[in-house]
Nanobody, 120 residues
Framework: VQLQASGGGLVRPGGSLRLSCAAS????????IGWFRQAPGKVREGVSL????????YYADSVKGRFTVSRVNAKNTAYLQMNSLKPEDTAVYYC??????????????WGQGTQVTVSS
């Protein structure tokens, strides 16, 4: 049973990446997904949320208009499309699955994190 985040990498400012969050050993259908990030020396912050059915989303102000969260339950996978990336988006990105929609969700599963580096 695990949640695996992938898709990170090195990208120039203004570039794009798509992160994936794939579940194995359990179904994501009943879980809300949260995307978080942690930059060196900083506390972890919430980036985006998507409800279990994909119908409700939420974005931190810092990424609103640039990031898009989605999910395909048939593929047991959630995504975070990141456009117009900025150096301040550099962080390790994590996905998490929990029963409720919200930052204070009691997340049951966490992915291992994927590094996103935005640099010229």
């Amino acid at each position: 049973v695990q949640l695996q985040a992938s898709g990170g990498g090195l990208v120039r400012p203004g570039g794009s990446l798509r992160l994936s969050c794939a579940a194995s050993g359990f179904t994501l259908d009943y879980y809300a997904i949260g995307w978080f990030r942690q930059a060196p020396g900083k506390v972890r912050e919430g980036v985006s949320l998507v409800s279990s059915d994909g119908g409700t989303t939420y974005y931190a102000d810092s990424v609103k208009g640039r990031f898009t969260v989605s999910r395909v339950n048939a593929k047991n996978t959630a995504y975070l499309q990141m456009n117009s990336l900025k150096p301040e988006d550099t962080a390790v990105y994590y996905c998490a699955a929990g029963p409720l929609f919200g930052w204070d969700n009691d997340y049951d599963y966490w992915g291992q994190g994927t590094q996103v580096t935005v640099s010229s």
